[in-house]
């Protein structure tokens, strides 16, 4: 059994263990080193407040300016009472809303009385012409559908 009380030797590298390191710690350059930094910290500080008051012109020094109120109804029982006629008056006579296309308005009764007078046929889709696309056509596409008995030939073939 090896005595455990003898240093063990590293004799694959050719040297042995070092002494043991000194259990104190040195305090003196722990507290300068901190005492460094809490001075470097307020000078950086004070100097930063130095160069903003000196230096700096900040929005905050300026007078507040004083803004003209806003815009608000100055009577809005008023407006409410004009635009409700004027919703009425729309809605009980006739009138243009796109001359050019031929668009019009009708009073909402009058336009209640025909839809009645229709009956069921009222909800029906309205008449549409019904468009043929030419003969020899594929329903509008761009090229013709090739003659019968032919193959057609594919998109690569064409340019």
């Known amino acids: 059994m090896p005595d455990t009380a003898e240093p063990v030797r590293d004799d694959a590298v050719g040297h042995a263990e070092g002494p043991p390191e000194a259990p ?5 350059p722990v507290l300068l080193a901190g005492v460094f930094i809490v001075v470097f910290v307020a000078v950086t500080l004070a100097g930063m407040r130095l160069y903003r008051d000196m230096v700096i012109t900040s929005p905050n020094t300026e007078e ?3 803004f003209a109120g806003p815009a608000l109804q100055r009577d809005p029982q008023g407006d409410l009472a004009r635009l409700l006629a004027d919703q009425r008056r729309r809605l009980d006579t006739y009138g243009w ?3 050019t ?3 019009a308005r009708m009073p909402a009764a009058e336009a209640m009385r025909r839809v009645g007078e229709r009956g069921s ?5 309205p008449l549409q012409p019904e ?3 030419p003969l020899g056509s594929r329903g509008g596409a761009a090229s ?3 003659p019968p008995g032919t193959v ?8």
């Open 131 to 133: 468009r043929v696309p």
């Open 152 to 159: 057609a030939a594919s998109p690569k073939e064409v340019r």
């Open 24 to 28: 104190d710690i040195r305090l003196k």
């Open 64 to 66: 507040p300016r004083t």
């Open 101 to 103: 296309r031929g668009i």
């Open 97 to 99: 809303v796109d001359q």
């Open 144 to 146: 013709p559908l090739p």
């Open 121 to 125: 046929d009222a909800y029906a889709a």
